[in-house]
């Protein structure tokens, strides 16, 4: 089986230099939304400890389920200064991170592993809570197709996505064809949980394009055209939709009419109270 250190060679890496290896994943934060936005480049400038001060690179990946971690970039270690001199984007850091006992590490990404960054996976290994080591053999698992952040499809009822993987999903669909002709194969009624507030709403679809097609239409818009959630959007722009949380409640074949499909979406509306209390106005 490859190792990371095999494939970090192939792009120019210099494994004699001091290197820590690093998998951030954090409950506090959306790391992996992180990695999309372009902050867990500052996230991870910032510690409370002198983690980096004896190293000159450092490796860094997120952690995805189990134990898993996906590459993000290689970064040099230029120097450090207390994190109070640190830089700020919007609310983030957090005030507590700035204090002067803190440090703030000045990074430099390598821009020759770019290629890899968001493809690369691998086996972090039983340590998952060891989130910062010393350079050593991790295996690779898959080295994703170019554009591809998602995991290959496995199961209707097994994911949850946020709205910035649906995005995603929809955007580089041709890194994606098996997420693509799985949710264009069927119909099916949907859920979209608004994270914040714990608020339900319960959708179907159906037609050639199945759930695809359906989720499609909010990939675009945010909303998907229901006068709720753009309701919502408006009313917390800072919130949603990236905020909001896309799965499947039910599959259902395409043999089935629309009026059969909308029955079914009732049915999880009664049962979740997502019109009592939720974002379904009817």
């Given at each position: 089986m490859l190792?990371?250190?095999?494939?970090?060679n192939?792009?120019?890496?210099?494994?004699s230099?001091?290197t820590?290896?690093?998998?951030?994943?954090?409950?506090?934060?959306?790391?992996?939304?992180?990695?999309?936005?372009g902050?867990?480049?500052?996230?991870?400038?910032y510690?409370?400890?002198?983690?980096?001060?004896?190293?000159k690179q450092?490796?860094?990946?997120?952690?995805?389920s189990g134990?898993?971690?996906?590459f993000?970039?290689v970064?040099?270690?230029?120097g450090?200064?207390?994190?109070?001199?640190?830089?700020?984007?919007?609310?983030?850091?957090?005030?507590?991170?700035?204090?002067?006992?803190?440090y703030?590490?000045?990074?430099?990404?390598?821009?020759?592993?770019?290629?890899?960054?968001?493809?690369?996976?691998?086996?972090?290994?039983?340590?998952?809570?060891?989130?910062?080591q010393?350079?050593?053999?991790?295996?690779?698992?898959?080295?994703?197709?170019?554009?591809r952040?998602?995991?290959?499809?496995?199961?209707y009822?097994?994911?949850?996505?946020?709205?910035?993987q649906l995005?995603?999903?929809?955007?580089?669909?041709?890194?994606?064809?098996d997420w693509?002709?799985?949710?264009?194969?069927?119909?099916?009624?949907?859920?979209?949980?608004?994270?914040?507030s714990?608020?339900?709403?319960?959708?179907?679809?159906?037609?050639?394009?199945?759930?695809w097609g359906?989720?499609r239409e909010y990939?675009?818009?945010?909303?998907?055209?229901?006068?709720?959630?753009?309701?919502?959007?408006a009313?917390?722009?800072?919130?949603?939709?990236?905020?909001?949380r896309?799965?499947?409640l039910?599959?259902?074949?395409?043999?089935?009419t629309k009026?059969?499909?909308?029955?079914?979406?009732?049915?999880?509306?009664?049962?979740?109270?997502?019109r009592?209390?939720?974002?379904n106005?009817n």
């Amino acid at each position: 089986m490859l190792d990371v250190v095999d494939i970090l060679n192939l792009f120019g890496f210099d494994a004699s230099l001091p290197t820590k290896l690093v998998r951030h994943q954090d409950s506090r934060y959306p790391i992996e939304e992180f990695s999309r936005s372009g902050l867990l480049e500052l996230y991870q400038s910032y510690q409370g400890r002198p983690l980096f001060h004896n190293a000159k690179q450092i490796v860094s990946f997120y952690g995805l389920s189990g134990n898993r971690a996906c590459f993000y970039g290689v970064y040099q270690v230029l120097g450090h200064r207390p994190a109070s001199e640190g830089p700020v984007v919007g609310a983030f850091p957090p005030a507590d991170w700035r204090r002067a006992d803190h440090y703030f590490y000045d990074l430099e990404r390598d821009k020759r592993f770019e290629e890899l960054r968001d493809r690369l996976i691998i086996d972090w290994g039983k340590g998952a809570r060891s989130w910062v080591q010393k350079l050593s053999s991790k295996p690779v698992l898959e080295v994703r197709a170019p554009g591809r952040r998602l995991s290959p499809f496995e199961d209707y009822l097994e994911f949850s996505l946020t709205y910035l993987q649906l995005k995603d999903l929809i955007q580089r669909e041709d890194a994606h064809p098996d997420w693509r002709s799985s949710l264009s194969a069927v119909d099916g009624v949907y859920l979209i949980l608004a994270e914040s507030s714990g608020d339900l709403y319960v959708g179907s679809a159906c037609g050639e394009e199945g759930i695809w097609g359906r989720w499609r239409e909010y990939a675009g818009s945010g909303d998907g055209g229901n006068a709720r959630l753009r309701e919502l959007i408006a009313r917390e722009p800072a919130v949603y939709p990236d905020g909001f949380r896309f799965s499947v409640l039910q599959i259902l074949p395409k043999t089935m009419t629309k009026e059969e499909v909308i029955h079914r979406e009732a049915k999880y509306k009664e049962k979740l109270g997502s019109r009592a209390t939720g974002l379904n106005a009817n």
